[in-house]
């Protein structure tokens, strides 16, 4: 993935894939500029993307894709400096490279990713679809009809400090299916589904896509979780971050095509939330599988 230097600014808002570049400054040590996801803080899914470029980066073996990750949101970032990524190579064995990464900011850990890659070969293969009708997919409403989400206007209209490091566009395009149409096709099972995709083309390797994929999956889950009890209007009084976040990547896609993101949130309780999702192509091939805890308490006095 191409790295660059990046000054001592943020980025101008020039672009997605400007959003993941880093510049690498050693062997195993890079930094970049998040956007935020609430006013002053670094949206999460933006420095998890930027975490698996940079342990992306460092795989040197061909062939070897990511196929997991787990992480964890220790801090809120900051979006008026830098964030710095260092890489720690535990293994790179036969088939199998692991990377660790922490983001690390005035000296702070905010966050840490373990990531796994392997070469793609064959073996046995089974999906069993959760939905209750086979051909669910052609019951999706088509993306060209949904009108496009703007996610930047909500984000204005919850923040209380002001919108310091909110970019000045969207970068990802979402179209969210209507609650009723989510309901007839999953009969419950979901409480979400959104069509997303990449704003601009994305370069060939498959690096671009995972990382892109990666910035898409925390864009709704802590809304799906949050649906359950008045949103993010009706529950303004709670504080809300994202905990922890894994992700498993199952077969090839692009991120600038349609992906239909599912999503469902099972449980809360004692402060925290859980939600998972599923990415699908058109056709209704599963590509990969996401889960997240969310903070969602009384503030503490």
């Not at 046995?124 to 206007?153: C, K, R």
């Not at 989510?182 to 601009?200: H, K, L, N, P, T």
């Not at 402060?271 to 969602?296: C, I, N, R, W």
Request: glycine letters at 10%; one cysteine or more; charged letters at 20%.
């Amino acid at each position: 993935m191409t790295v660059v230097d990046l000054g001592d600014s943020p980025p101008p808002d020039s672009g997605f894939l400007e959003r993941l570049t880093l510049h690498r400054i050693d062997r195993d040590i890079f930094t970049g500029w998040c956007h935020a996801g609430s006013p002053l803080r670094a949206f999460g899914g933006q420095v998890a993307a930027q975490a698996l470029v940079a342990a992306g980066t460092t795989v040197e073996q061909p062939g070897r894709v990511v196929h997991s990750l787990h992480a964890y949101f220790l801090r809120a970032g900051s979006t008026t400096d830098h964030i710095v990524y260092m890489v720690d190579r535990p293994r790179d064995g036969r088939s199998f490279s692991t990377r660790r990464v922490r983001a690390v900011q005035y000296g702070k850990t905010i966050f840490t990713m373990s990531a796994s890659y392997a070469q793609q070969q064959s073996g046995p293969s089974h999906y069993v679809s959760p939905f209750p009708d086979q051909h669910w997919m052609t019951q999706v409403p088509d993306p060209a009809g949904l009108s496009q989400a703007v996610i930047l206007d909500r984000l204005r209209q919850t923040g209380e400090q002001g919108n310091d490091g909110l970019p000045e566009h969207d970068f990802v395009d979402i179209r969210y299916v209507d609650a009723e149409d989510v309901e007839r096709i999953s009969q419950g099972r979901f409480d979400r589904m959104a069509w997303v995709r990449a704003g601009q083309k994305l370069p060939d390797p498959s690096l671009f896509h995972v990382c892109a994929m990666t910035y898409f999956s925390d864009l709704t889950l802590v809304g799906t979780v949050l649906g359950h009890h008045g949103g993010y209007f009706g529950r303004a009084d709670l504080d809300i971050a994202s905990l922890d976040h894994a992700m498993w990547f199952h077969e090839p896609f692009r991120a600038d095509d349609w992906l239909l993101f599912v999503t469902a949130s099972p449980v809360s309780g004692g402060g925290h939330g859980f939600a998972t999702g599923q990415f699908y192509k058109p056709d209704g091939t599963l590509v990969s599988s996401a889960a997240q805890e969310v903070l969602m308490r009384e503030p503490l006095r």
